[in-house]
């Protein structure tokens, strides 16, 4: 998929915003979990309650959480509302990090181990005692696309999320399978056109998976990223919704 290559190593940060936190968000806790390659930092947003629950591993942009940190929290926090356990996934490496300041495009290079990290992850999730079994993956933009190729490769994860991203074409291989997908995508986007969310979900249709494919009309990259519009707002509800059926939430 060159066409992307010389866009994607200009992708700044498009985090998903929403509103202001409030007194009754769930904090977020930092913790690492075990990957093959490394411990990963993430942040954990703990849903209310003892029963079995599922794990939803949020993926950042180009750009990673912190710049938004208040907004991607209170996204979290609001999933561990619904009943879902919530990570923040910081899957850049320190290495990754220090190439990427230097203006070094690693995504493609970094890609197929970043897949192999997040199905650890996810992996070691539903094997935990408050798991009910069920993880999915909700991904931004380069996150997006991560989250196509990791679903892809690892029947553990249930269902995906992808705002504006692509089929998982950094792994230079056919795809062979996908869980039920969420692709929400704006059809001005100049940074990730929209025929690139189409594509994937006819690829993922063709494989016999479950897909909602959401165009919104006249929204452009990271349209979610603007609180204040409906889109976003109805973006955020799909998901939640298309969340709670396929990870089972009581």
Do not use: C
Not at 79 to 101: C, F, N, P, Q, R
Not at 137 to 152: D, K, T, Y
Not at 210 to 220: C, H, M, R
Not at 223 to 228: L, P, V, Y
């Amino acid at each position: 998929m060159n066409r992307l290559k010389s866009t994607l190593a200009a992708l700044a940060l498009f985090a998903f915003a929403i509103p202001a936190a409030s007194a009754a968000d769930i904090e977020g806790q930092k913790i690492m979990l075990p990957s093959k390659e490394r411990q990963v930092h993430v942040t954990h947003f703990r849903a209310p309650g003892d029963a079995p629950r599922p794990a939803a591993l949020l993926l950042h942009g180009a750009g990673g959480f912190d710049r938004r940190i208040e907004d991607n929290s209170h996204y979290a926090s609001m999933l561990a509302e619904a009943g879902i356990d919530a990570y923040l996934v910081y899957y850049y490496s320190d290495l990754d990090a220090k190439m990427m300041s230097y203006g070094v495009n690693v995504f493609g290079e970094r890609y197929p181990h970043w897949a192999e990290l997040v199905d650890d992850l996810a992996d070691y999730l539903v094997k935990q005692k408050a798991s009910n079994g069920k993880v999915g993956l909700v991904g931004f933009s380069n996150g997006g696309i991560l989250a196509s190729g990791a679903s892809m490769l690892d029947p553990t994860i249930n269902a995906a999320v992808i705002y504006y991203g692509t089929d998982p074409w950094p792994l230079n291989k056919p795809a062979t399978r996908f869980p039920p997908l969420l692709i929400l995508h704006g059809d001005a986007d100049q940074v990730i056109p929209v025929e690139n969310g189409k594509q994937l979900a006819d690829e993922a249709k063709a494989l016999g998976a479950k897909v909602d494919l959401v165009i919104y009309p006249g929204q452009s990259h990271g349209f979610g990223a603007d609180w204040k519009k409906k889109d976003a707002t109805d973006a955020f509800n799909r998901t939640v919704i298309f969340l709670k059926k396929e990870l089972q939430v009581k």
